[in-house]
């Protein structure tokens, strides 16, 4: 993975935690849990899915349904 997909990555992942503390009102460890375990995170470190490119409302989308439905979809 190159530096450019990592920092796409990173910045998401900033983004993402914030919306789960604000959504669900966790705090940051409770958010980070979620967001590390969650399928929704490895298919956003894989860069043959392109998910790293999409918007952080779009990733979290995924990830909210997923956290409360049980699948990432």
């Known amino acids: ?3 450019d997909i990592q920092f796409q990555i ?8 914030c919306m789960l503390m604000e959504r669900y009102g966790w705090d940051i460890k409770k958010a980070l849990d979620e967001l590390y375990a969650s399928e929704t995170f490895q298919l956003l470190n894989d860069p043959t899915c ?3 490119y999409e ?3 779009y990733v979290f989308s995924y990830l ?8 990432a979809k």
């Open 55 to 57: 918007s952080a409302v």
């Open 64 to 71: 909210q349904n997923e956290i409360e439905s049980g699948v």
């Open 50 to 52: 392109g998910l790293y």
């Open 10 to 17: 990173e910045c998401l992942s900033t983004e993402l935690t």
């Open 1 to 3: 993975m190159n530096n």
